[in-house]
């Protein structure tokens, strides 16, 4: 097996992997059964995908991603800890 | 060099902890979905956020310096960035929860 090949397909698996992670997650959103499962399942779903974002970009070879994969870790922050303030007090903004 | 001119030793030591990586970050999910309880629940997803993020990005750092001939450490940046946010976030939503299930006078909240 040549280089390449073991990259594409190694890395394939891996991305098949953290998919199913992703849709673990995004079960657990939709499911619930309550608020706070939701957005810790919203949590989940980023942080999986901002992964496997930054496999893809190993596996294409293409430096671009990982910026993209920085940006949503840094909104996913944001985002959960807005939520989880929205959670706390019914509103983000006092 | 160009992926395709890597040693075949570094494709499978990244393959390797790349994968590594990604089963840590399933598991975790799959905890977020068989736990029953939220409290239970809340830990699972950090098995992916702390040590299967932190392979998959020294499996980065290690693809983009073997590439790029240099050492590319930029994709540290991720996991500092991870490893500080993380317990934030998580304290920030458990504690949500408890003052939530306490305002309607659940039972199973964890002691003060």
């Known amino acids: 097996m040549t280089a390449s090949a073991v990259l594409y397909w190694g890395l394939g698996a891996a991305q098949a992997m953290l998919l199913l992670a992703m849709l673990l997650a995004a079960w657990r959103m939709m499911r619930g059964p309550r608020a706070q499962d939701r957005v810790l399942g919203l949590d989940t779903l980023y942080l999986n995908a901002m992964l496997l974002i930054l496999v893809q970009g190993m596996r294409s070879g293409v430096g671009l991603y990982f910026e993209a994969a920085l940006i949503i870790g840094m909104l996913g922050f944001t985002a959960t800890v807005a939520l989880a303030k929205f959670l706390m007090r019914g509103e983000v903004i006092e | 060099m160009t992926p395709s001119d890597l040693p075949l030793w570094a494709a499978w030591a990244i393959v390797a902890v790349t994968v590594a990586g990604s089963l840590l970050a399933l598991t975790g999910s799959f905890g977020l979905v068989v736990l029953k309880r939220f409290y239970e629940r809340v830990h699972a ?26 050492l590319a450490l930029h994709d540290l940046l991720i996991g500092l960035f991870l490893t500080v946010t993380t317990p934030v976030t998580l304290i920030l939503l458990a504690r949500a929860a408890v003052y939530r299930d306490r305002i309607e006078g659940d039972e199973n909240v964890p002691p003060e």
């Open chain 2, 45 to 70: 997803p950090t098995l992916g956020a702390t040590l299967g993020m932190a392979l998959i990005v020294a499996a980065s750092a290690m693809f983009w310096s073997m590439t790029e001939g240099r």
